[in-house]
Structure formats: structure tokens, C-alpha cells
């Protein structure tokens, strides 16, 4: 048979180092990072060894070179542990994409390398005014000789504010729209470059976001990726792989309220018998596993088509928006079954709850998500 959902004994490994990663180092400092704000560098400095900060990064770029599909493996796993943390540890994989999609072979021999020792980057599009609709950005890059002068501001920036170098995407012609996109690799200690504090968010406080301000930084000509106005067609192919593995992490939230979900309504007693015992409970809990099943196999699904090379754009929008709306539904759902306990920050769905919120906001909105499974319907 040509379908086969079981892993391959390498994936189960893989599968199986992240899930006790997540469950020794991560979910046990999951709270105090929670509290704290601070960002998990011993965690992080552990991923590292590991190699999961450089996962997509092929082996002779110093990476672990995983496909795609191993990737979700792993995001699931992590976000299991914290989905703060795992957004953290993956942040360098976005960075990388711009570079192993457009980059040449110096590009991606140097700055592979330079995450492979340790270094973070961080994936500058979204600005004050250009979220969803990555066109509408208003950063330039004006060519002068053998170098760019780069000017913008970029928000909302995962990784911002201990990114070594960061993936910029800014207008060589703004007169052609989206035709005059670029993309460029910007070294932090660069002049003009400058970060912000870090927000103040609903959830996910282990993982810092940021706003990079670009103030006439010379870029060499050499930093471009690929050729002036592949810009926009580059984030496009990012979001393809991107958003496989963000949907991953969702999965992860959602596991995890599962879990919290099932053992508590094993313990708690009500009307005599236990809380999943009730049938409105019960059948709450089988809805919250069917629904993280159901995304599970949209994800897996929008993973294996980059991988085998097929077309993901409609696969990776289902994947996105439904894991995404999934885990906001199971994680509110798990807060539900604990009942007051649920809304108390001593509970960890309280968290989760949070948490979850922001996988309907980035990498493209749930909303977007849907406009791209109309235009790509409609276009065939």
C-alpha cells in the first residue's frame, strides 16, 4: 500500500528523544519561565547540544538535517513541554528557511554554521501596519554601489531580541509592489540596527517578541538572497514549511490539555463517582481527542507533501487553521473540566489557555488561512 501512517523506527527515535526532552527539561520550568518572563537559556543551551535549534539545517551545514515531517514530530513533542519554550527552540528554524530556500551555497555554508555553534537568528517580515498581508510592508532596501541601505521597522519579531543576525524582507522597488520584495541576511551588531524590550503578552512568556528597527544599515550586496524581487515569493515559500511545523506546536498545546484533561477527571470525585464517569464531561474529553486526532493527520499530511515534493499551500492552510482553532477549543475545553480550579494559575490549562491563543494569530491568521483555501479552490 502507498499510504502508511506508522513511523519508521529512525522517526520513533527521534520522536521519542524529544518527547523526554520535553518531559525532563522543558514542562518542569515550564511554570517559572511562565511567571518569570525570562528567557530559557539553559533550556535552550541543552536544545542546542541537541542540535534542535538548527533541526531543518542540512548535515553539511552543521545541522541535524531533518525532512519536514520529522520536524512536526519533534514541534509536537516540544510544545507538549511548554509551547513558550518550543517557540524558542524552533525560532532559529524560520530564520533559516529565507537562506536554505534562496540562499547560495556561502550563505548557507556561514550562517548554517553560525547556528550550528549556537548563535539565534530571528525571520523580520511582519511590521506596525503589514501582518496578514505581507505586501503592504514599507521597509526599503535602496541599492547604493556595492551595497544596500536598509530602513524599516519590523514588529512583533519571535527571537528579536537575542537574534545574532536576522532575515529581513524590505522593498528594492516599491514602484512593482510584491514584484519588488527582497530578501537580506542583517548581522545585529551592524549600525543602525536596534531592538526593543520585549512585549508584554497574553501567553507563550518564555519566548520574547520584539520590535527591530532597521536605521540606514548598510548591507552588502552580498547578503542578498537570491536575486531582487524574489522577496515575496521567498516568504511564500517559507510559510509552506513554516506553517506545518507552527501546527505542530498547536498539537502539542493541545496533547497536553488533553492529558491534564483526562487525569483530572479521573481524580476528581463529583456526585460520587469520577468527573469523566458524567457524560457531559466525558463526551467533552472524547471530542477534545478526536478533534487533536483529526489535526494531527492534516499536519502530518501538509509536512509529507513538502517533503515528497508535492504542492502544500492548500494542505498547509487546512493544517494551520484547524490545528490552530483545535487547540484554542480543546485548551478553553480543558480549563471547562477542571471547572474554578481551571481558571486559577496554579492549574496548568490556565496556561495552556493562554498559550494557545496566539497559534490563531501567527504565521497568518486563522482568517487568512481560509482566504488561501478559497483562492487556491477557486483557481482550479
Known amino acids: 500500500m502507498s499510504v502508511n501512517f506508522s513511523l519508521t523506527d529512525e522517526q520513533k527515535e527521534i520522536q521519542l528523544l524529544a518527547r523526554d526532552f520535553a518531559k525532563n527539561e522543558i514542562a518542569p520550568v515550564a511554570e517559572h519561565y511562565d511567571k518569570t518572563h525570562e528567557y530559557p537559556w539553559p533550556v535552550i543551551k541543552k536544545a542546542q547540544e541537541m542540535g534542535l535549534t538548527c533541526m531543518n539545517v542540512p548535515e553539511k551545514y552543521g545541522g541535524l538535517g531533518l525532512s519536514l515531517f520529522e520536524e512536526v514530530l519533534v514541534g509536537e513533542e516540544l510544545a507538549w513541554g511548554c509551547s513558550g519554550i518550543s517557540t524558542a527552540i524552533a525560532v532559529n528554524g524560520l530564520a533559516a528557511l529565507p537562506i536554505l530556500i534562496a540562499g547560495n551555497e556561502e550563505q548557507k555554508m556561514e550562517y548554517g554554521g553560525r547556528l550550528a555553534e549556537g548563535q539565534m537568528a530571528a525571520y523580520c517580515a511582519t511590521e506596525p501596519e503589514a501582518g496578514s498581508d505581507v505586501a503592504g510592508i514599507k521597509t526599503t532596501a535602496k541599492k547604493v554601489g556595492d551595497h544596500y541601505i536598509l530602513n524599516g521597522n519590523k514588529m512583533f519579531i519571535t527571537g528579536g531580541t537575542v537574534a545574532d543576525f536576522y532575515t529581513v524582507f524590505a522593498y528594492t522597488d516599491p514602484s512593482v509592489r510584491y514584484k519588488g520584495m ?13 531592538v526593543g524590550k520585549p512585549f508584554d503578552k497574553m501567553g507563550q512568556h518564555a519566548s520574547d517578541t520584539a520590535e527591530v528597527i532597521f536605521e540606514d544599515v548598510k548591507v552588502p550586496a552580498t547578503h542578498l538572497l537570491g536575486q531582487e524581487g524574489m522577496g515575496f515569493l521567498i516568504a511564500m515559500k517559507v510559510f509552506d514549511r513554516s506553517r506545518p511545523g507552527t501546527a505542530a506546536g498547536a498539537l502539542g498545546l493541545s496533547r497536553r490539555a488533553l492529558d491534564e484533561s483526562i487525569q483530572y477527571a479521573k481524580e ?25 486526532e483529526a489535526a494531527r493527520l492534516l499536519v502530518w499530511k501538509s509536512a509529507w507533501a513538502v517533503d515528497a515534493g508535492v504542492q502544500n499551500t492548500t494542505a498547509a492552510a487546512f493544517a ?22 481551571g481558571y486559577m494559575a496554579e492549574y496548568p490549562v490556565e496556561k495552556l489557555m ?22 487556491e479552490l477557486f483557481r482550479k
Not at 490545528?323 to 471547572?339: E, L, R, S, Y
Open 354 to 375: 493562554r498559550d494557545s491563543k496566539i497559534y490563531q494569530i501567527y504565521e497568518g491568521t486563522s482568517q487568512i488561512q481560509r482566504e488561501i483555501v478559497v483562492r
Open 268 to 292: 476528581r470525585m463529583t456526585f460520587g463517582k469520577p468527573l469523566w464517569q458524567h457524560q457531559t464531561i466525558g463526551h467533552m474529553i472524547a471530542d477534545m481527542a478526536m478533534d487533536l
Open 320 to 341: 494551520k487553521a484547524f490545528a490552530a482553532d483545535t487547540a484554542v477549543k480543546i485548551a478553553t475545553n480543558a480549563v471547562q473540566v477542571f471547572g474554578g480550579y
Open 182 to 194: 527582497s530578501c537580506f541576511i542583517v548581522d545585529r551588531n551592524w549600525d543602525g540596527v536596534s
